[in-house]
């Protein structure tokens, strides 16, 4: 199966803050690589797929880069309500698999 | 506005069934490719099954495959999923989620609030 590996599996930044996390796959996958942005208690939201295409009504401050098998979600001058898990998800080989997160703790 | 609402979980006894449900509003679940996604307790996310816009296209993890069900009600603009022979490691909160695109490239845009399903004696 393809591994979706995700680093760190947590990091603590402060508001107004850049970070980025990382995103490896296995094995190539393209620009098949998607991110999702989960609150505790709540449903995951979809922020960026393709691997750079912001999703409508997520702010400008993320972005996403990458193709193949390394990919960066970068979160610029960071918000209160960013922080949050972060999940990677490839769409290029069953079983269409997830990272197992970026926890975004505030410092 | 797409919403997705869940229902139907519970607490249920390993070997035993439940069925989910997913209610559908601002568009059509007939005309959509949807998904169910699971997450257990403090842990990661877990693709579960897809039924694309044609009806005839469903998908299993290989964790779920023969056991769980994916269909839908046209007519309720609902979709379902059916659990049969439940094990405790099949503990989550089971959301049902619409794809990006209506055929079902996998990319989940949607979600509902989940579902708890606990198997447990």
């Known amino acids: 199966d393809m591994q979706m590996t995700q680093s760190p599996s947590s990091v603590s930044a402060s508001v107004g803050d850049t970070v980025s996390f990382t995103c490896r796959a296995s094995?190539?996958?393209?620009?098949?690589l998607h991110w999702y942005q989960q609150k505790p208690g709540k449903a995951p939201k979809l922020l960026i797929n393709?691997?750079?295409a912001l999703r409508s009504g997520v702010p400008s401050r993320f972005s996403g880069s990458g193709s193949g098998t390394d990919f960066t979600l970068t979160i610029t001058s960071l918000q209160p309500e960013d922080f949050a898990t972060y999940y990677c998800?490839?769409?290029?080989?069953?079983?269409?698999?997830f990272g197992q997160g970026t926890k975004l703790e505030i410092k | 506005q797409v919403q997705l609402v869940e229902s139907g979980g519970g607490v249920v006894q390993p070997g035993g069934s439940l069925r989910l449900s997913c209610a559908a509003s601002?568009?059509?679940?007939?005309?959509?490719?949807m998904h169910w996604v699971r997450q257990a307790p403090g842990k990661g996310l877990e693709w579960v099954a897809i039924?694309?816009?044609?009806?005839?296209?469903?998908y299993y993890s290989d964790s779920v495959r023969g056991r769980f069900t994916i269909s839908r009600d046209n007519s309720k603009n609902t979709l379902y999923l059916q659990m049969n022979s439940l094990r405790p490691d099949d503990t989550a909160v089971y959301f049902c989620?619409?794809?990006?695109?209506?055929?079902?490239?996998?990319?989940?845009?949607?979600w509902g609030q989940g579902t708890l399903v606990t198997v447990s004696s």
């Open positions: 039924i694309r816009n044609d009806e005839t296209n469903k």
């Open positions: 601002g568009f059509s679940v007939s005309r959509s490719a």
């Open positions: 989620a619409k794809d990006l695109d209506d055929y079902g490239d996998y990319v989940f845009a949607y």
């Open positions: 094995q190539y996958i393209s620009h098949y």
């Open positions: 393709g691997a750079s």
């Open positions: 998800q490839q769409s290029f080989i069953a079983p269409y698999t």
